[in-house]
Structures are given as structure tokens and as C-alpha cells.
């Protein structure tokens, strides 16, 4: 009858340091494979664009070319880019919008599910909303509603065309 063999303090340490080598190991290069795929995607995806107030950025995904070419119709094309509009005015805000948003359109386009021609999500469209009354809330304060259980109707329920002309 064999008796059993007791494992050693030293053959324990052992042990849990080749455990914790491989586990280091593929944690290593998991995070090298997802930097490289990010990293890829980003450059490919012209990624540095979007950290800019250009508006030919908008452009860079083919669905957006018809909001570009009737934004350069609109009232609006010589006061107001893409980001006056689409993104709210203080930083943090703007920031983690753009990031939000840059998310979603990736993985929508990159999976190929996305609604053509694209249209806006509705916190977007809030965006959108605020950003008129960032530019013209001193015209328009009278008009809001004077009961808190009331909504403001949008601005572009009856100007649809100002920031996209002919849309």
C-alpha cells in the first residue's frame, strides 16, 4: 500500500507561481490581440477624424453623405457644423456623446445593422433639440410650456429642413 505523497511548502509556491505565469501569459496576450484589433480598427476607420469639428468627417461613412450634401443646402451650413447641432455644448457632455455614439455607429456599421438612409435615435434627437435652444432659447423661451407636465414640441416638428435642407 503506497501512502500518500504530501505536497511541500516549496512545491505549493511552485505551483502557484507556473499557475500564475500562464494566467499572466494569456491575460498578456488577449490584451495585446484587443489593443491590435482596436488599434486597427481605429486607423482604418479614420478614428482621429472624429476628434475634430469637421464636418467632412461625417461624411467618412457612405450613409452620411445625403445629410452632408443637405446640410451644405441647409440656412444653417454657414453658422452651425455637425457638432453644433449633434452634440451638447458643455464638455463632459460633448465627450462622452461622442464617444457613446462612436461606439454604436461602429458596431452598427461594422455589423452591417443599421437603417438606411440612417436616422436619429431619440436621445440624439434630444441632443438635437437642446442645441436649438442653446442657439435660440432667447427667442424662443415664450413658447415653451408654462405647466412642467407639458413637453416642448421639437423645433424641427416645423422646421425639418433648417439643418437638412430638402431631406
Known sequence: MSTPTKSTPRSKRRKARTYFGIVSAVLAILLGVVSGLGAFTFGYGKGWSYLSNNPQTCANCHVMQGHMDSWEKSSHKNVAVC??????????????????????????????DFHEPIQIKPRNAQVTQHACLHCHGEFVHQMGPTDSRFETMSCVHCHPSVGHALR
Open 83 to 112: 457638432n453644433d447641432c449633434h452634440l451638447p455644448h458643455d464638455f463632459v457632455g460633448k465627450w462622452v456623446t461622442k464617444a457613446d455614439n462612436g461606439f454604436f455607429h461602429s458596431l452598427a456599421f461594422t455589423l452591417q
